[in-house]
């Protein structure tokens, strides 16, 4: 792959480039689908492409193919050139300095490429069997997949980064549906690993099973303000959404709540959070970041006060500080651009018994909808839809549903009034770690 | 478009014969090359510029009701042998023979001028004037980020069944995104202009899209929260009809169907609204940002009508499920890329216009919530639970708007509020989204006149 790399790199150079850098990528996957204990669906993947960033002097443009003969990528170089010339020039567009790789990680399983199909048609029908077997009101499993993949990512520059590395990933999860009084509901199970031999396939199926059957017979809770305890799953979306908030390119660009704030409490003290790219336990690590520049952990929240932003090449260089190796992208087919890594939300003592005592009457969150559109990156105002229990006297009482909870994202963060103490790694929407969060009041809009 | 397009007839009839090599009721070759360009500008910069050129086949065998699929990259003859034979690994049975290749013609949606024959510059020069009439829309405005995205993708589908076809799909698109800001208030307004055609969309005043993405900005630097509550709402036309997409559309697809996993099970027939509602799926609409000549299995697209006068008369189907079934496909089977397998999609999705004043339909509410337009919508199909995040809301009382009101959200479960649309306005307009479902992206329009739901559950955050 460097040698692809590479290659890409002296072809943009030799179209016209003052600067280059490319990306190239190659992965191979594989995806079963259950239902009703048969196959639905085996998918096996394979794909492999570069992108190149070309520069001439402060303008840069992007471009990306999968023909890799010397030809395809000579004439992808000539693209990355020709969309330079159309960009607007800017200051701080250049190309990454890199660095060397401060540790080596294993981000590889083996078992990505010894587990046979037919092994992986079994997990993911033991994943759908867990579902079922969880609860007597679980009436069926909508689907159940289990998915793996190896990716080799390979990054070359003009400007003298070299590097490239190996990784494998593998999740499961399942839709569980269950039925009762007032119709049908629905529960999310879901684990995920390294390689397949690392999942529980038993235990992610009681999770969507127990998830859907806790929600049957529920109903609409009054619209109040009320505490309300996250769990793990919702936290970890809200902090997603923070983590974008703490992007420099938002926070520069005049487009995030936190602009100016470095220094300031904008959490309860109970609160600190760190991007940390070389967790070995979280699935946003790697030697380097989508730029060459060797991962760090990076402090952003520090008992609740803001301590720094997130930064890629370009951010860094415009915003004057070092870069903290946030440039992310989801595939060859997209410029790099600032995202976290692995964020962390750091433990605090409180177990979930007795967060719920010390919710005393209020709301349990299990479940969230809309976030694409109910939340406000640049004001931080979201609205959205959300599912769970009502606690009462300090304990988990009916399951409800169909209401929102509102609010903004700084008065959130100051009203959490206690951090759990058993965290866990969410992948949606990023990679996060968080236990569930206990926020003093919210806005609870039902009938 | 007459012939095979992406794969020459004696190739892939020997692909389809190595798909079935071991068995299998079908097989099935995707062949595609899709490429496109994007720019943006921010910060009255143009930014972000960037070309790609991809290809690839996937090959799906059928055997037992179960898909055997393989992608590979590039579209030579061992490409697609090797996406063949991969996909045929599993199956252990006797050799199928497949039917002799027919070409079957298609008619594209036309393209008057393409969109990759216009210097990249003029697309700039667009951006630029979209950066300064939005930005001209009002002091207030402090932040403009404008986006253009050209895509083209050529398909070609061959089956076991003798069936060759092919489409040429060629989309454009525009977004504009605006920040007000007035102290410590800060708001933002957004509004998109595509289609399935070339760069002549752009031909009459684009530039009133960035005015319009200012306006909805500018408007609630005024805006009080919302209301909390179940209310009636009137929701405008457009990218309101996300609202019936949602709602209604999503739970129609054949697969949530036939699991059991939609609350329109078992519904075929009957009343799920008031009469005076039709409701369609038309995929041939011309130019439509959801249209295309062919689904992504080759069956030609429709104009489905899946509600008639408050019934169920239709649900939407792909291959797979239609044969299941027992019925035709209607055209939905639609996948994103030739890395994904095509599932049971919508194209442009619509509830008719009916015979209100959308005027008399506000003037007919004490207090209520007007949603002028929403920023997307999410649904649960099995258990029909919705959430729609509102961009730009209105407080009805007494029959007027009298402030606009931030951070709603209207959520409600399908069956309900589907049977509790009491008004429908006389006017009419589609607008562009972007579903994802199963993981898979794909272009779909919305579109409606104004509709009126007598009882929802707004949910804002006024104390």
Redesign the interface.
Known sequence: MIELATRAVEATLAAGATDAEAYAASDTGREVRVHDGAVESLTAATQRGVGVRAWIGQRGGYAYGTDLSDDGVSALADRAVAMARVADEDEFAGPPSGGEPAATLELSDRSVVEWPAARLVELAIAVERGGLDADPRVVAVEQAVCADSAEQIAIASSSGVAGEYESSSCHAYLQALAEGEGGKETGLGFGLARGPAGLDPAAIGREGGERAASMVGAGKPQSRSCPVVLDATVAASFVSFLGGALGATAVQRGRSPFADRVGEEIGAEALSVHDDGLDPEGFGSAPFDAEGTPRRRTALIESGRLRTFLYDTYTARRGGVSSTASAGRGSYRSQPAVSPSNLVVTTGALEFDRMLAAAGDGIYVTDVAGLHSGVNPVSGIFSVGAAGRTIRDGALAEPIREFTIAGDLVSMLKAIRAVGAEARWVPFGGSVSTPPLLIGEMAVSGS | MTSGGLLEPEVAERVLARALAAGGEFAEIFAERRGG?T?SI??S????????????AGVRVISG??????????LDPADLERAAT??A??LRGERREHRPLTAAATTPQPVERRPEDVP??R??ALLRELDERGRATGAEI??LTASYAEARREITVANSEGLLTADDRTRVRIGVQT?A?RGDT???GAETLGGHRGFELFDGDPGTIAEQAAGKALTLLDASP?P???MPVVVAGGFGGVLFHEMTGHGLEAD?IQ???S?YTGKLGEQVAQPLLNAYDDGRMPNEWGSDSIDDEGAPTQKTLVIEEGRLTSFLYDRLCAGRDDVASTGNGRRESF?H?PIPRMTNTYIAPGDAEPEAMIAEVKRGFYAAS?????V?P????????V?EGYLIEDGRLTRPC????L???CLDALAAIDALGSDFEMKTGICGKGGQRVPVGTGQGHVRIAAM?????E?
């Open positions: 360009q720019m921010d910060e910069r143009i930014e972000s510029v960037q070309a790609g050129d991809e290809e690839g009701g179960t898909a055997y699929f393989a992608h590979v990259d590039g991969e996909a690994s599993a990249a510059e697309k700039a402090a932040q920040v800001r800060v708001e933002t919302a909390s509550g179940s949530h699991k059991d996993a609350v890395r397998l929403f920023a997307g919508g999410q649960e099995a258990t029909g639970d919705f959430v729609f995040g961009s931030r951070g709603a959200t959520v409600g479960n559950t707004v949910g804002g955050t104390a």
